[in-house]
């Protein structure tokens, strides 16, 4: 098989999420290239699915948030391969919520799943990382850096994560970590769905979207997965702290 195709052979990732949508597909994506992945999520049907569809793919049934769940989740992946090489914090949610409507409890589990639980992984991580000089790909979204009228804390919870990506970056370079993340734009999957949107209102969303994408086109889980796996990957080095969006565009109108 060519190099490049094998490009992470013998590594080892974490992949939360990864029972759909994009933590699906780069989960496959990361063992496509070679590497031992442990995809993590709350449910353990999806997750199983995702391990079916491709090689070397374990999973773990955990929710993030948990107390303790960061460590041992790190810990199930070095206890089975020995070793861990790349941190993608995929799991996040978005949340539907305009000033009028805020309410405190939603602003604290988008924070606890977008910004503290990734942070706490990352720590747990980080040890395993110094030994590897591994990476930590974080997901933000084309609105951690542009305004997000009605979802003003989702995209708050992103704008931490560009920082945290940034900082983290800064930290560790002389280590030999890196840190970066990508941002997609509006993605084809079931996170509106997970959001409370009915589907009617989902397509109706991305339709507007649509619209105003200049490629006019909603991207697929694997377009965003394959930047993911390239931040990762060793071919690149040099790329440290920055933030990749893929959003055909969004981010320029
Ligand atoms: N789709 C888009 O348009 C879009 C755009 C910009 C950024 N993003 C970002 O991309 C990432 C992936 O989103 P997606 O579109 O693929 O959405 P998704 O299909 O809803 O995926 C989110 C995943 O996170 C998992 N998850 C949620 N809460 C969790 C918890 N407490 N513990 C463990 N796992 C948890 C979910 O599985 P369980 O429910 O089984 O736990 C699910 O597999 C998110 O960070 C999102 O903010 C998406």
Do not use: C
Request: overall charge negative.
């Amino acid at each position: 098989m060519h190099t490049r195709e094998r490009s992470l052979a013998g590594q080892v990732a974490i992949v939360t999420g990864a029972g759909s949508g994009i933590g699906r597909a780069t989960a496959l994506a990361f063992a496509g290239a070679g590497a031992h992945v442990l995809g993590v999520g709350r449910r353990e049907e999806p997750l199983k699915e995702t391990a079916a569809a491709g090689e070397n793919i374990e999973v773990l049934a955990v929710d993030i948030r948990a107390e303790g769940a960061p460590e041992a989740i790190v810990e199930t992946a070095v206890r089975r391969w020995g070793r861990l090489d790349h941190l993608v914090n995929n799991a996040g949610a978005t949340a539907v919520m305009p000033l009028a409507e805020t309410d405190a409890r939603v602003i604290h589990d988008l924070l606890a799943l977008n910004v503290v639980a990734p942070s706490l992984l990352a720590h747990a991580a980080l040890p395993h990382l110094r030994a590897t000089s591994g990476t930590i790909v974080n997901l933000s979204s084309t609105y951690g850096h542009r305004p997000m009228a009605g979802g003003a804390h989702y995209s708050a919870s992103k704008a931490a994560v560009e920082q945290l990506t940034r900082s983290w970056a800064l930290e560790l370079a002389g280590e030999g970590v890196r840190v970066n993340s990508v941002a997609p734009g509006p993605t084809r999957t079931d996170v509106m769905l997970h959001a409370g949107l009915s589907p009617e209102a989902a397509n109706d969303m991305y339709a507007y979207e649509r619209e105003r994408i200049p490629t006019h086109h909603i991207a697929g889980a694997e377009e965003v997965a394959h930047w993911i796996l390239r931040m990762a990957e060793p071919a690149g080095r040099h790329a440290t702290g920055q933030v990749v969006t893929v959003d055909g565009g969004l981010e320029l109108v």
